[in-house]
C-alpha cells in the first residue's frame, strides 16, 4: 500500500492539502450552505444550497482520507522527518513553508482527523443557529489544529497556533450557553497571554540564532547560555502550560468547556499544548527542560495535576464539569511522562495524550447527548435511567472505564508505561500518582452510579430517548478505537517508538544539552 500512495507523490502533497483544504471548505460552507435549522425553528428560510452541515461533515471526512493516506505513507523504521515539504515564504526573515510528521506528530495528526467529523456527526442538533458560520469556524479550528502537529518553523507554527484559538473562542462566545461571555474571556485572556510570551520569545531566538532562519532544525542547534534557555523555555511553557490547563493554569478549562457547544468541548480537550511541549520547548531548551529545580517543580506540578484534578472531580455535580476536571488529572499523567525523560515515559506521554483524546472526547459527546435531550447536565437531575437507555448506558460505562485506565482499554496502556518509565527516575512521585488511579475510580463509578443505577423518577426520565441510529454510529467507532488500542497497542508504540528515543536522546545529549555526548573512540 505505502508504494503504491508513494507512486501517486501522496508524500509530497498530503500536509500542504490538509492545511489547505479546510480553509478552501470554510469558504465554501460558509458561501453556499444552507441553514436548515434555522427554517425547522420556524424562522426566515435561508438562500438555498445544501445542509451546510452536510457540507462540513463532507469537509471533515476527506481530511480523514488525507490522514488516512498519511498514516499509509509514513514509515516507522526511518528516522527524522517524513512527508517533508519546504516552500519559500518570507525569505527576507528566513521563514518557510515547512511541514512534516514524525512518530510524535503523526498519531496526533490522525487522532484530530477522525476524531472531529464523529464531534459533529454526534453532536449534529446541539447547535441549532448560524450554522454556515459554524461550519466555517470547525473548519479554520481543524486547519490549526492539523498546522499546529506538522509545521516545522516557528513562524507558521505560531500563525497555525492563534487560527486554533480564535475560532475557539468564537465557538464558545457565540453558540455556548447563555452567560458565557466570562467562560470565553477567560479562555482568550489565558491563552493570548501565553501566547504573546511564546511569540517574544520566537523573536529573541530568531535574533540569536542570526535572523536568517525560523525553521526548528536550525535553531534547535543554537548555542543558548544555561539563562537564556531558562528564559525563553519559561516563555513557550506558559503557552503550552495554559493551553494544555496544567495545574495551576487550569482554572479557565471547567468553565470554558462546561459553556461550549460540544463540538468546541471536544477540540478544548485535545493535549495540543501538551504535544507542543514534547515537539517545541523540551527540543530547543534541554538545559532548561532539565534543570534539576525546573524539572522538579514541573514534575511536582504534574503530580500535584494527577491528584488534586481527580479528587476535584468527585466533587462535581454537573457532569461536563466533572470530565473537565478529570482532564486535568490526565493531564498531570502526560507531563509526568513527558519530563521523566525516559524513553517508556515519553512513549507513554504521547500514548496518553492519543487516548485521552479519544476517551475525553466520548465523554463529552455523551454528556452533549443528554444535554441535548434534558437541557441539563447535573448529575442529580438523572438516575436509573439504565432501564430506559441501555445503549447509552453501555457506551458510557465503557468509555468510562476507558477513562479510569480499566487494563484492557486504551486508557491503561499510556499510563501505565508512564508509570513504568518514571519509576526508575523519580520512584517516589510515581508511587504517588498511582493513587490517582484510585481517585480516578472513584469519580469515575461515582458518575456512574449517580446517571445509571439510583432510583428512576418515570414521570420525568421514563421517556428518555436511547441513542439515535447516527449516535450508535459515533459511540461505535469510539467503541471499537477504546477496545482496539487497549488490546494491540503496536501500531501506534511502533511509529512513536524512534521519535520518543531521539526526544530523549536530544534532550540529555543534544547541542544545547546540560551533558554533552562524549566522543566515541575508534581505537580499541
Known amino acids: ?26 469558504l465554501l460552507v460558509r458561501l453556499f450552505g444552507r441553514d436548515v435549522t434555522r427554517s425547522q425553528a420556524g ?26 493516506a498519511l498514516w499509509g505513507v509514513f514509515d516507522p523504521t526511518e528516522r527524522g522527518w517524513q512527508a517533508r515539504v519546504d516552500l519559500p515564504w518570507i525569505m527576507e526573515i528566513g521563514a518557510t513553508f515547512s511541514v512534516g510528521v514524525d512518530g510524535l506528530s503523526l498519531p496526533m495528526v490522525v487522532l484530530t482527523a477522525l476524531v472531529l467529523p464523529l464531534a459533529l456527526l454526534g453532536s449534529w442538533n446541539n447547535v441549532r443557529v448560524r450554522t454556515p458560520a459554524f461550519g466555517a469556524l470547525a473548519l479554520l479550528l481543524t486547519s490549526g489544529l492539523i498546522g499546529v502537529f506538522v509545521t516545522l518553523d516557528l513562524l507558521l507554527f505560531y500563525l497555525a497556533w492563534e487560527l486554533m484559538l480564535i475560532p475557539t473562542y468564537l465557538l464558545v462566545g457565540i453558540w455556548g450557553a447563555e452567560g458565557t461571555t ?30 536568517t532562519t525560523l525553521h526548528l532544525d536550525t535553531l534547535r542547534e543554537v548555542t543558548l547560555s544555561p539563562k537564556v534557555q531558562l528564559l525563553m523555555f519559561l516563555a513557550f511553557f506558559s503557552a503550552f502550560a495554559v493551553k494544555s490547563a496544567l495545574v495551576p493554569f487550569h482554572t479557565w478549562l471547567p468553565d470554558a468547556q462546561g459553556a461550549a457547544p460540544t463540538f468546541a468541548a471536544v477540540t478544548l480537550g485535545l493535549k495540543v499544548g501538551a504535544y507542543a511541549i514534547l515537539r517545541f520547548a523540551i527540543p530547543l531548551f ?57 524513553q517508556q515515559s515519553v512513549q507513554g506521554a504521547v500514548m496518553s495524550i492519543v487516548n485521552s483524546g479519544i476517551s475525553t ?15 441539563t447536565t447535573d448529575l442529580k437531575a438523572f438516575g436509573g435511567i439504565a432501564r430506559v437507555v441501555p445503549w447509552f448506558s453501555v457506551m458510557l460505562t465503557l468509555v468510562m472505564l476507558s477513562s479510569i485506565a480499566l487494563p ?28 490517582g488511579v484510585i481517585f480516578a475510580a472513584a469519580y469515575g463509578l461515582r458518575a456512574l452510579q449517580m446517571l445509571l ?20 454510529v459515533v459511540m461505535t467507532v469510539f467503541a471499537v478505537a477504546i477496545v482496539f488500542l487497549g488490546l494491540a497497542p503496536q501500531p501506534v508504540l511502533q511509529r512513536t517508538e524512534r521519535a520518543s528515543r531521539d526526544l530523549v536522546e536530544a534532550a540529555r545529549f543534544g547541542p544545547n544539552a546540560p551533558v554533552p555526548l562524549p566522543p566515541v573512540s575508534l581505537n580499541r
Open 43 to 68: 424562522g426566515a428560510p435561508s438562500a438555498g444550497g445544501p445542509d451546510a452541515r452536510l457540507l462540513t461533515l463532507g469537509a471533515l471526512l476527506v481530511e480523514v482520507l488525507l490522514a488516512v
Open 453 to 472: 443505577f439510583e432510583s428512576l423518577d418515570r414521570s420525568r426520565l421514563g421517556s428518555l430517548r436511547d441513542l439515535t441510529a447516527r449516535e450508535k
Open 182 to 211: 466570562r467562560a470565553s474571556l477567560r479562555y482568550v485572556l489565558f491563552t493570548l497571554v501565553g501566547s504573546l510570551l511564546m511569540l517574544v520569545a520566537i523573536i529573541a531566538l530568531w535574533n540569536l540564532g542570526g535572523g
Open 286 to 342: 534541554p538545559a532548561a527542560a532539565t534543570n534539576d529545580t525546573v524539572r522538579s517543580t514541573i514534575l511536582i506540578l504534574s503530580v500535584v495535576a494527577v491528584i488534586y484534578g481527580a479528587l476535584l472531580a468527585m466533587t462535581q455535580r454537573d457532569f461536563k464539569r466533572m470530565i473537565s476536571y478529570s482532564s486535568v488529572s490526565h493531564l498531570g499523567f502526560i507531563m509526568l511522562g513527558s519530563f521523566a525523560l525516559t
Open 361 to 375: 472526547s466520548a465523554l463529552f459527546l455523551l454528556a452533549g447527548m443528554l444535554e441535548d435531550r434534558m437541557g
Open 1 to 26: 500500500m505505502r508504494e503504491l500512495l508513494l507512486s501517486f507523490g501522496v508524500d509530497q502533497w498530503v500536509l500542504p492539502a490538509m492545511l489547505a483544504w479546510p480553509v478552501v471548505a470554510a
Open 408 to 435: 484492557g482499554t486504551n486508557g491503561f496502556v499510556g499510563e501505565f508505561l508512564v508509570l513504568l518509565g518514571t519509576y526508575p527516575e523519580e520512584p517516589v512521585l510515581a508511587v504517588i500518582a498511582t493513587s
